[in-house]
């Protein structure tokens, strides 16, 4: 089992920026693509962003050039810079890991965080 659990949410102007962080615990060694997802009210969970163990990145069209994803593998750590937030951006978001070296999709990730809150005022 997987533990992981988000922190660095909150409330930030349009404009803004905000830093999230997910710290991984347990069986740390079979986890190989981690993630962001998020989810907006009455909407459904989308992906943010994802990294594999090797640093291969994908984003969102929608947060493309303004969100970065990284991992610090030593410290079982990752991140997601948010720059430029939008309203559009506000939402709930979720730390996620895969066993599979290449998770593409939501039913693809095997373990899930409990949510970090992010709103976005205009």
């Known amino acids: 089992q997987v533990q992981l659990v988000e922190s660095g949410g909150g409330l930030v102007q349009a404009g803004g920026s905000l830093r999230l962080s997910c710290a991984a615990s347990g069986n740390i060694f079979s986890i190989n693509t981690k993630g962001w997802y998020r989810q907006a009210p009455g909407k459904q969970r989308e992906l943010v962003a994802s990294i594999t163990s090797g640093g291969s990145t994908n984003y969102a069209d929608s947060v493309k050039g303004r969100f970065t994803i990284s991992r610090d593998n030593a410290k079982n750590m990752m991140y997601l810079q948010m720059n430029s937030l939008k309203s559009e951006d506000t939402a709930v978001y979720y730390c996620?890991?895969?066993?599979?070296?290449?998770?593409?999709?939501?039913?693809?990730?095997?373990?899930w965080g409990q949510g970090t809150q992010v709103t976005v005022s205009s």
């Open positions: 996620a890991a895969a066993e599979s070296p290449q998770a593409g999709v939501l039913w693809e990730y095997d373990y």
